[in-house]
């Protein structure tokens, strides 16, 4: 008897079958695998990556040198206000030769210096802290914001901003706080993800915008401070009264780490109400 | 047949083409009169849509739809309403299956008008750091398409709430361009 031996062997598919296969696992491997638009297909929400970990550090650090200058800064600004005050209390004029003014001129010439001294030596810190976070969040922007995303793509981004969040900068894009406070409450927000509703990206531009403000305004500190200086002393400077050069450094030290004192005139926008837009037509909405 | 008779043969023809056309002259002929293409004049704003579909209605009269939308803005704004909303929508829904606009240009009417959107001033063909020479222009369209809101969200629809929205969003666009467009410049 002869036994038929039978080898088992896959069955041979066509080369058309396969390439159809192929191509058919292809397109859900890659539907799969993820979209190259930022954009998100399901919910036509951006994904965004505006805060790698070294922001959150160069904040934290400009956060604590801005703390570290408030502190040195506060006592020495409070005192020359006082001693400023007293010359002027005491009527004390330019040619006045009474020892009791020249006591106090000499304190406030002393007083002035502590200062300029104070924010040369830490001047250099906080810039570095500042420069890092608005190179580092700028770079970001360009490439999360800039170059991945069309202006349309920025109107989805805000899309699901909270009604309640409310921007740390004010209206007028004056800060009001202190510098170090601001610093911190955007140090937290990040790190500890407490954004409440606070969008992402409007986040990262306001955190960007105060950066690159604070370094001008660090720019202007520091050439009045240099201007001060070589203007030969603070004699040339303290005339009897307060010099438009002197008020001005004082006035932008004040401002840098302390904010804007003086309140904004334009009022700020009514919040708007719980009301929800209604839905109904979104088939006649552009998106 | 001689040469004579060839030329009665023609003079007749002529003097009976002379006369043919002599009395048809004088037939009175029926002159087509131009449709009238009323826009809307009553302040009542649901007679004013109803006056616009019928001229609308009309197809020499689809020239007219700019005057007529216009004046239902207007006449709207006299009388401030939530209905107002579904009036326009039904509106711009009939003019599109009339085929007077097409379907885009009546989401862009409707979006502009009604809705906190500004997809109508942001473009969506290039990168945000390729429109840093187009900035100021993209700017103003904004601007523009915010007083087109204050127009139909609180003035049309008397909704408040929707129109400071739409203000807030205007403004966090505005900072967020801005902000983006200096950071392609670094």
Known sequence: ?287 | MNQSLWIQIIARTMVSFVAATSITACIPKTVKSAPTCLTPETKHVDQAFEQARKSLSNRACYYQFDTVHSQLIEIAQGDPSKDNKKRFYDFYQWITDQGIISKNQSKMLFTRYFTTQFSNALPDNQNTCSHRSTKETMVRNLAQEMKYKKVGLQDIIGNRDLYFRAVSKHNDLVFLIETTMLACNT
């Not at chain 1, 506060?74 to 009527?91: P, W």
């Not at chain 1, 020892?99 to 106090?104: D, E, K, L, N, S």
């Not at chain 1, 802290?129 to 995303?149: D, F, H, P, Q």
């Not at chain 1, 993800?193 to 950066?211: H, M, R, V």
């Open chain 1, 1 to 287: 008897m002869k036994i038929k031996m039978t080898q088992h062997q896959p069955k041979k598919i066509p080369i058309r079958e396969q390439t159809i296969a192929l191509a058919m696992s292809s397109i859900i491997g890659l539907s799969i695998l993820g979209n190259p638009s930022p954009i998100s297909a399901n919910t036509n929400k951006p994904t965004l990556n505006l805060f790698p970990v070294s922001v959150v550090e160069h904040l934290k650090s400009s956060a604590e040198s801005a703390k570290l200058m408030e502190n040195g800064m506060e006592d020495v600004i409070a005192k020359m206000e006082s001693q400023m005050q007293l010359y002027r209390d005491a009527q004390c004029g330019q040619e006045d030769i009474d020892p009791g003014c020249a006591g106090i001129k000499k304190s406030v010439n002393e007083t002035y210096q502590d200062m300029l001294g104070q924010m040369q030596r830490q001047l250099p810190t906080m810039r570095k802290a500042m420069k890092s976070t608005s190179s580092t969040l700028g770079k970001k922007i360009a490439a999360e914001l800039g170059r991945k995303m069309t202006p349309l793509d920025l109107q989805r981004l805000i899309e699901g901003k909270s009604k309640n969040a409310k921007r740390v900068r004010t209206v007028t894009g004056r800060r009001q706080g202190r510098m170090s406070a601001m610093l911190g409450k955007y140090h937290q927000m990040i790190a500890l993800g407490k954004t409440q509703g606070q969008n992402t990206a409007i986040l990262a531009a306001e955190i960007y915008t105060d950066a690159t403000e604070t370094l001008d305004t660090l720019d202007l500190i520091e050439s009045e401070i240099s201007r001060s200086l070589t203007l030969g002393g603070i004699d040339t400077i303290w005339n009897g009264e307060p010099s438009p050069e002197m008020m001005a450094t004082v006035k932008s030290v004040k401002t840098l780490l302390f904010g804007e004192l003086e309140t904004s005139t334009i009022p700020a926008p009514v919040q708007p109400g719980g009301e929800t837009e209604i839905d109904d037509f979104s088939d006649l909405t552009l998106d």
